[in-house]
Antibody
Framework: EVQLVESGGGLVKPGGSLRISCAAS????????MNWVRQAPGKGLEWISS????????FYADSVKGRFTISRDNAKASLYLQLNSLRPEDTAVYYC????????????WGQGTLVAVSP | EIELTQSPGTLSLSPGERATLSCRAS???????LAWYQQKPGQAPRVLIY???SRATGIPDRFSGSGSGTDFTLTISRLEPEDFAIYYC?????????FGQGTKLEIK
């Protein structure tokens, strides 16, 4: 069974930084592309970044490009997102999600971690 | 960026009825790379359909997807009480994935 557990969320001031993590289990992590998707309170879903299985291909949404950095450690079965220069509009639940066939849809999701950006 | 517009915003139906949800893209989606997700309050999304019409593992056959190009539909043939939720479409035909704004399916 695919299990994804996010951690590291919290309250941070505008302009601050945070690193969130996603621990994977139940599958061979190093064989799958992974993604971060966020959801602002009461709003819809927004894909923000993807990383291929060997970190060869990385993509970002324009809304976070240059501020957020996705990375992974296959030996630790973990996915990371470094969030810098945070803005109030970055406040959201951040989900990690597995891409089963390197195609772009997501068959496994974590429970999410809340990042709140506020003075 | 491909924009997805879902309609209606809210759909009020009764258990046992048929639900038809629409997702329209601002440009043609290559290879029908469109997925549908269901999200219940306080939960992560769950994939229902990928590649426009393929049911994901474990999804009941009352859920079906159809469409191509710019117009896609999710149909729930006979609504069960557990089907009342928010539904999102997502395109993955470009390197920048996008979601629709969602359709809330509520009990009438």
């Amino acid at each position: 069974e695919v299990q994804l557990v996010e951690s590291g969320g919290g309250l941070v001031k505008p302009g601050g930084s945070l690193r969130i993590s996603c621990a994977a289990s139940g599958f061979i992590f190093g064989r799958y592309s992974m993604n971060w998707v966020r959801q602002a309170p009461g709003k819809g879903l927004e894909w923000i970044s993807s990383i291929s299985s060997e970190s060869s291909y990385i993509f970002y949404a324009d809304s976070v490009k240059g501020r957020f950095t996705i990375s992974r450690d296959n030996a630790k079965a973990s996915l990371y997102l470094q969030l810098n220069s945070l803005r109030p509009e970055d406040t959201a639940v951040y989900y990690c999600a597995r891409d089963p066939y390197r195609s772009g849809w997501f068959d496994g999701w974590g429970q999410g971690t809340l990042v709140a950006v506020s003075p | 960026e491909i924009e997805l517009t879902q309609s209606p915003g809210t759909l009020s139906l009764s258990p046992g009825e048929r639900a038809t949800l629409s997702c329209r893209a601002s440009q043609s989606i290559s290879s029908n790379y469109l997925a549908w997700y269901q999200q219940k309050p306080g939960q992560a999304p769950r994939v229902l359909i990928y590649a426009a019409s393929s049911r994901a593992t474990g999804i009941p056959d009352r859920f079906s997807g159809s469409g191509s190009g710019t117009d896609f539909t999710l149909t729930i043939s006979r609504l069960e009480p557990e089907d009342f939720a928010i539904y999102y479409c997502q395109q993955y035909g470009s390197s920048w994935y996008t979601f629709g704004q969602g359709t809330k399916l509520e009990i009438k």
